[in-house]
């Protein structure tokens, strides 16, 4: 656990872990409470970020177009 | 075929080979996550609009000139173009963002509406908009670091290439960045600190 760092877990969400990294982390996860609290507010916090979506406006879209 | 199913490697050799609709379902597939990721960088959504027109004219001119080469996703590599304008404006005006666009921007309009009551909408809605404004309250390295990562779906390693840092660098700006975020939410007690933490 002492080599654990939440570099390890912010790779993992993300899914870039090498496979022998990916099963690691996943362990820790399983095993230590405190990683797993980490890695499950680190989750609810990205999810959030993923709802927040904006659009341009129309207008921007229709000038783009017209430049074709 | 449904245009869901068709990827943008294929919508790019549609639109090459001389369909020009085509480019319309790019941008369309692609609108949010570039538009939000200029409006995290620059703050202002005039100057976004003006950059998400830019990064998509130096995207059509880059296949009207044929020299668009098929290296790696479309996303990453549209976002690498909108992240250079970024980076070329505040080098112009030589500064980093500093004024923040607090206009009644509202997210929710922009939002795809799901089965939910009035009461879950309101909820979202106050959720995204603190999330939105927490995230533009974060340093400029670490808000790129979670636009770059998140909307723009590059790599660690790619982020480190684009930004000429070190991956662990990268990391660092992102481990700082949820710290703040954290912080932040506990410290506003926002209303998406129930569902954090």
Avoid at chain 2, 53 to 62: A, G, L, S
Avoid at chain 2, 125 to 149: A, F, T, W
Wanted: net charge negative; hydrophobic share 40%; glycine share 2%.
């Amino acid at each position: 656990m002492q080599d654990f760092t939440n570099n390890d877990l912010i790779l993992y969400y993300f899914n870039e872990t090498q496979l022998n990294q990916t099963v690691a982390t996943q362990n820790a996860i399983d095993t230590y409470p405190e990683i797993e609290q980490e890695y499950k507010t680190m989750v609810a916090i990205f999810e959030k970020i993923d709802g927040v979506l904006l659009n341009p406006s129309e207008k921007s879209i229709q000038k783009i177009l017209s430049f074709i | 075929m449904q245009i869901n199913d068709v990827t943008d490697h294929q919508l790019i050799e549609q639109y090459t080979n001389g369909n020009k609709s085509a480019i319309e379902h790019l941008i369309r597939r692609h609108q949010q996550k570039i538009f939000t990721s200029l409006y995290f960088l620059v703050r202002n959504r005039e100057l976004a609009e003006d950059m998400f027109q830019e990064t998509f004219i130096k995207v059509i001119n880059t296949f009207n000139n044929g020299t668009y080469k098929e290296e790696g996703k479309f996303l990453p590599w549209a976002m690498r173009i909108g992240h250079n304008l970024v980076i070329d404006y505040f080098r112009k005006k030589q500064r980093m963002p500093l004024v923040y666009d607090r206009e009644d921007y509202s997210v929710v309009n922009n939002l795809k509406l799901h089965d939910e009551n009035a009461e879950d909408k309101i909820c979202r809605e106050q959720i995204h908009n603190e999330v939105r404004l927490l995230i533009e309250e974060l340093p400029y390295e670490q808000r790129e670091i979670i636009i770059m990562r998140h909307y723009a779906d590059l790599s660690f390693k790619e982020i480190a290439d684009v930004t000429n840092c070190s991956i662990n660098t990268a990391l660092g700006r992102m481990r700082y960045a949820l710290i703040n975020l954290r912080k932040l939410i506990k410290d506003k007690k926002l209303s998406c600190y129930i569902i954090i933490f």
